[in-house]
């Protein structure tokens, strides 16, 4: 039985998952710093600025997002040619996930300000980057994943008025409905 509504990563792959080649990665390193990372160590963490935006030069990334009742759950494990980041990156907002290095990782990395540039400078690498951006993000709307957890019930004026805010703005949000989770009854 196919899903009737697929999702973005499914669709559109290519896209919100891009593989930059040597020549792309040539073009942008005059914008970055380039970065090692040990096993174990945090590129992103749920709730914290992280180092940046991120090309892969080498080694691998393993990327967790969390759902409503804080499980951690592996999303993607990024390699080399990999554009690793989050919309909320290139603003220096806090990450919605984790991105951990699961093996020595060689990276290039941007600040914002530097992914910017970057951006403006390479126009059609730049469109690559951010249309991978915009769909991570609009993937994570569809997906009901990342950002705050609502606590409340669906007919809950205040609810519904927080959810709206939320959705004007473009931030993804978790809710949970007291009676529908008994995990959140109280």
Not at 35 to 41: K, L, T
Not at 131 to 155: K, N, Y
Not at 157 to 179: C, H, I, K, W, Y
């Amino acid at each position: 039985m196919g899903d009737s509504n697929p999702s973005i990563l499914e669709t559109r792959r290519d896209q919100i998952l891009p593989h930059l080649d040597t020549t792309d990665v040539e073009r942008a390193r005059r914008f970055g710093e380039v970065r090692c990372f040990a096993v174990g160590e945090a590129l992103a963490e749920v709730g914290k600025v992280g180092v940046g935006l991120a090309i892969i030069l080498s080694g691998q990334v393993d990327v967790y997002r969390y759902e409503a009742h804080g499980e951690r759950q592996h999303f993607y494990t990024y390699g080399p040619g990999s554009f690793l980041g989050e919309l909320a990156q290139l603003a220096g907002r806090p990450s919605f996930g984790d991105a951990v290095a699961s093996e020595p990782v060689k990276a290039l990395v941007f600040s914002p300000d530097r992914m910017r540039a970057l951006l403006i400078a390479e126009a059609e690498l730049g469109e690559r980057l951010m249309r991978a951006l915009i769909l991570r993000r609009t993937q994570m709307l569809q997906d009901g994943v990342g950002g705050p957890v609502i606590v409340g019930r669906t007919e809950n004026p205040n609810v519904l008025r927080l959810e709206g805010f939320l959705a004007r703005n473009g931030t993804p949000r978790m809710r949970l409905d007291p009676d529908n989770d008994p995990e959140q009854r109280r």
